[in-house]
């Protein structure tokens, strides 16, 4: 039943399936009656907006929210002007959550100028016992909320949420899953490139870390199910994919049959019709030579290594339980350099963790300098409720994380410039993606080492991987010539 065909069979007068995901598909059926009624009452479709914050997985979450809602019939914008608006959420640093509440306040306005409006919430900042406080008290005008466990259940929510007619504000949290819903409906945002979840939660407990609390435990897809899904994903015209998990070097560990996430690449490599893969992200603790070894021989495999070094100073590493020192991680990324020439190294470093003084910082840029990043994002520690780092005692003073997040920026965007420039000149190929926001002439794409190329050209190459000339390289980007 969990087909378009047999969905339509569905009799949504009939008792709800107990197995998943046909009880999902029954709940879409029921919400689509509530459409066609609503069309009928008001003479239009119901619209609908998705609006998503954070990270990549957030982003995929949001495709099956909206493949959920346009399957019951939805109108989908991109305006919150809409009749349903759910924000999926990110708490991974304070100023994620400061968004969604400003967000929110503008919801209120438009919601007072359109009584049929309906509100929900969902995602990492919603697994938050006090934020959930917060939204009862403060943001009273919220119809629904669940979060990241029960998100496959999003069908029968809407439902409840339909039928109770706004009468209040409907909760449903809860605390962990072990459950992953397979064939749930989906609408890709990009029609020639998808992420893909290899795994969900995380059990690394990185000390200044919330998401192991909001994701849950570490759980991985079936390497039969993944296959599957890019084997549709290609049939359908993808071209790249991107396999998202928090750390995806531990894939497989604890599944029954075990696999490794290097063998999970060579089956996906075997793909007919693939062209590019991605992943995100590898934590160095876990990342193996059988790794290097794969990425080294693929033809498919990215030449972009995303790994998170957080911090150089050992004892801060030691603090942040990241469970490798500065000299593991440098030997890690020099070996990986030497074995794949051309690969791009990007990272993630927090500036101002507890404890962290002048001298730990110059150790962090001592490895900026010596592994040379391809480009790095930079955060300023973020105290998140509940994490081991929030209690801990020696918090930074602000202006001295200020000045170190200056220097640090500053050292990292030379590295990133000077590593960006080395293939000026170069034949590459680029994956045309989108036509350029600021200037419609120009379509936007990436080498397979990430770096940003925009080329003139028209919308007609989007999708296609094509050889370009690097001409100029601006700092982090490049513009070049189709050849
Ligand atoms: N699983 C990934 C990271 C997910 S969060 C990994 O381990 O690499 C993305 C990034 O946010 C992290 O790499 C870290 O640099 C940053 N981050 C996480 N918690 C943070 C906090 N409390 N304050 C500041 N930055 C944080
Ligand atoms: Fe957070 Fe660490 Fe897990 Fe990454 S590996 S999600 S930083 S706890
Ligand atoms: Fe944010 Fe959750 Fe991703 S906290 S970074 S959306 S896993």
């Known amino acids: ?75 989908i914008l991109d305006s919150e002007k809409a ?26 306005g438009y919601k007072k100028k359109n009584p049929d409006m309906r509100i929900a919430l969902c995602g990492c900042m919603m697994q938050e016992p006090a934020v959930i406080e917060k939204m009862k008290k403060s943001y009273a005008f919220v119809d629904l909320i669940f979060g990241t466990h029960n998100i496959y259940k999003f069908a029968e929510l809407l439902w409840t949420m339909l039928e109770n007619e706004n009468k209040g504000m409907i909760i449903d949290i809860w605390q962990d899953t072990d459950r992953i819903v397979e064939e749930l409906p989906i609408e890709r945002k990009y029609p020639f490139k998808s992420g893909i979840n290899i795994m969900f939660g995380c059990n690394n407990f990185c000390s200044y870390c919330i998401v192991p609390y909001v994701r849950g435990r570490e759980r991985s897809r079936q390497p039969e199910d993944i296959i599957r899904e890019i084997k549709n994903l290609v049939a359908e015209g993808v071209v790249e994919v991107m396999l998202l998990g928090q750390n995806v070097n531990s894939y497989g560990k604890n599944l029954e049959d075990p696999i490794s996430f290097a063998q999970l690449l060579r089956e996906v490599e075997k793909i007919e019709g693939l062209q590019r893969i991605r992943f995100m992200t590898s934590h160095p603790k876990d990342l193996s030579d059988e790794l290097i070894q794969v990425i080294k021989e693929s033809k498919k495999i990215c030449r972009h290594l995303h ?38 190294i990007t990272t993630d470093i927090i500036v101002g963790f507890p404890g962290e003084t002048r001298k730990d910082l110059e150790e962090t840029i001592d490895v900026v300098r010596r592994v040379k990043f391809d480009n790095a994002f930079t955060f300023i520690y973020s105290k998140r409720t509940g994490t081991p780092a929030a209690a801990m005692e020696d918090q ?30 170069r034949v590459m190929d680029v994956l045309m993606e ?33 050889p370009v000339s690097l001409k100029e390289c601006h700092g982090f980007y490049y513009i070049g010539e189709l050849l």
């Open 1 to 75: 039943m969990n087909n378009e065909m047999g969905f339509d069979k569905i009799d949504p007068g009939s008792v709800p399936p107990v197995s998943e995901p046909d009880r999902q598909y029954y709940f879409i059926a029921k919400c689509r009656l509530w459409v066609r009624a609503f069309a009928e009452k008001r003479g239009r479709v119901p619209t609908a907006c998705v609006t998503t914050f954070g990270c990549q997985m957030n982003a995929k979450d949001s495709e099956k929210l909206t493949g959920i809602l346009r399957k019951a019939g939805y109108e």
């Open 307 to 344: 790994l998170p070094l957080q911090s150089g100073s050992t004892k801060i590493l030691e603090r942040m339980n990241r469970r490798y020192t500065k000299e593991q991680y440098v030997a890690l990324a020099l070996k990986i350099r030497r074995e794949i020439p051309d690969i791009a």
């Open 83 to 108: 009749d349903f608006v759910i924000f999926n959420t990110c708490t991974v640093r304070d100023n994620a959550n400061q968004k969604v509440y400003g967000r929110l306040g503008e919801l209120n």
């Open 396 to 425: 930074v003073p602000q202006d001295q994380v200020k000045e170190g997040f200056d220097r640090l920026l500053k050292i990292v965007q030379e590295t990133a410039k000077e590593q960006t420039a080395k293939y000026q000149g």
């Open 434 to 466: 989108e036509v350029n926001e600021s200037n419609p002439a120009m379509v936007t794409g990436r080498l397979s080492n990430n770096t940003v190329v925009h080329v003139p050209a028209d919308a007609s190459v989007i999708g296609k991987i094509l």
